[in-house]
């Protein structure tokens, strides 16, 4: 179907458009800030419990050795299944190997828990931005 002939508003085009809008994921977008919901919260809270337990066993050696601290920003993405979609540095914390010990920590710890029925009935996808503290022998998170 062409631009001109929907932009007539037909029906057919009216169902094809709620068609597609059906069609795009449930994204809901957490920070620690807006997990107010009781599954958001623990969710949340299992999922970074999951995280700092895979990072503290794997805490990067160069970050101990040569006394490398910092906060970095990270936007991960998990479906409703618990596999991850995506991971994306926010803001780095200005070391390299810092930041990709993050990433390969997200890529390790994963499959997540599947959301539970709860979330699962208004989300398919969870993006959680949270804020990476490599602190001297301990990983943290915000």
Same mark, same amino acid.
């Given at each position: 179907?062409?631009?001109?002939?929907?932009?007539?508003?037909?029906?057919?085009?009216?169902? &094809? #458009?709620?068609?597609?809008?059906?069609?795009?994921?449930?994204?809901? #977008?957490?920070?620690?800030?807006?997990?107010?919901?009781?599954?958001?919260?623990?969710?949340?809270?299992?999922?970074?419990?999951?995280?700092?337990?895979?990072?503290?066993?794997?805490?990067?050696?160069?970050?101990?050795?040569?006394?490398?601290?910092?906060?970095?920003?990270?936007?991960?993405?998990?479906?409703?299944?618990?596999?991850?979609?995506?991971?994306?540095?926010?803001?780095?914390?200005?070391?390299?190997?810092?930041?990709?010990?993050?990433?390969?920590?997200? #890529?390790?710890?994963?499959?997540?828990?599947?959301?539970?029925?709860?979330?699962?009935?208004?989300? &398919?996808?969870?993006?959680?931005?949270?804020?990476?503290?490599?602190?001297?022998?301990?990983?943290?998170?915000?």
């Amino acid at each position: 179907r062409d631009r001109v002939s929907c932009l007539v508003g037909s029906e057919m085009c009216i169902r &094809d #458009r709620t068609q597609a809008f059906a069609n795009h994921p449930r994204v809901r #977008r957490l920070t620690s800030v807006s997990a107010k919901q009781a599954a958001d919260a623990a969710y949340l809270a299992d999922w970074r419990q999951r995280l700092e337990a895979v990072g503290n066993k794997y805490y990067p050696e160069a970050s101990v050795r040569y006394g490398l601290y910092g906060d970095l920003r990270l936007l991960v993405v998990i479906r409703k299944d618990g596999s991850l979609e995506d991971i994306q540095v926010l803001k780095s914390s200005g070391y390299a190997v810092l930041d990709e010990a993050a990433l390969k920590i997200v #890529r390790m710890a994963a499959p997540y828990s599947p959301f539970p029925p709860e979330l699962a009935a208004t989300t &398919d996808k969870l993006e959680i931005i949270r804020t990476w503290q490599f602190q001297e022998n301990e990983l943290g998170s915000e």
